[in-house]
């Protein structure tokens, strides 16, 4: 059974740092790894899709990166800002299927 | 991109009512649909699968028979929560394929008094 991991599961840091965050997944047989970021009562935005043959996308400020033998992801999001402060969340579909199977989530928190 | 939308985006029942709701691909056809149930602070959990012209398929630990699923055409899906308990309470959100990649809809939010 797929299991999606992701560390920290909080984090507050100043504006202007580059930051990581992680996501860890227990099956190496995926379809695609998305990330995602979730403000406050509201629904998904769709941040990167990363295909199982690719090793990495970029978008702005984000860069995400897929190492599927490792079962790793990390996203990273350069210069934060206070409006990046949201709850980020990874999503890993299997081979042959759309089911996402969603992380724990990291709520960062970027201060002025 | 790809559109996903979801009706009603927040609905407040009393305690052993059933309500419905709706899921939309607009501009899109989707004979597949998923829906998602999110508790607070929580992360989001893959209920069933919905499909076009046939039975949904739920996942382990989801009761058929209190969350029903209907995949009409092949843009909607309504999700039927009956006899509704506090405990249902939760944000649903549903998702829809085109070609490789999940479009989302924005949510329902379920209030049970």
């Known amino acids: 059974k797929q299991e999606v991991t992701q560390i920290p599961a909080a984090l507050s840091v100043p504006e202007g740092e580059n930051l990581v965050l992680n996501c860890s997944f227990t099956?190496?047989?995926?379809?695609?790894l998305q990330w995602f970021r979730q403000d406050p009562g509201k629904g998904l935005t769709s941040l990167l899709l990363i295909q199982s043959s690719q090793r990495e996308q970029t978008s702005g400020r984000l860069n995400a990166s897929l190492d599927k033998s490792s079962g790793r992801s990390t996203l990273y999001i350069a210069a934060s800002q206070p409006g990046d402060s949201a709850t980020y969340l990874c999503a890993v579909s299997a081979s042959g299927t759309y089911k996402y199977i969603f992380g724990t989530g990291t709520r960062l928190k970027v201060l002025a | 991109g790809a559109v996903v939308s979801q009706h009603p985006s927040w609905v407040i029942c009393k305690s052993g009512t059933s309500v419905k709701i709706e899921c939309r691909s607009l501009?899109?056809?989707?004979?597949?649909m998923f829906w998602y149930r999110q508790f607070p602070k929580q992360s989001l959990m893959l209920m069933a699968t919905?499909?076009?012209?046939?039975?949904?398929?739920?996942e382990q630990g989801v009761e058929k028979d209190k969350f029903l699923i209907n995949h009409a055409s092949l843009t909607l899906s309504t999700l039927t929560v009956t006899s509704a308990h506090p405990e249902d309470s939760s944000f649903y959100i549903c998702?829809?394929?085109?070609?490789?990649?999940?479009?989302f809809g924005p949510g329902t939010r379920l209030t049970v008094t």
């Open positions: 998702s829809a394929p085109q070609r490789y990649e999940q479009y």
């Open positions: 099956d190496s047989a995926i379809y695609n």
């Open positions: 501009d899109f056809q989707a004979t597949t």
């Open positions: 919905s499909n076009e012209g046939s039975k949904a398929t739920y």
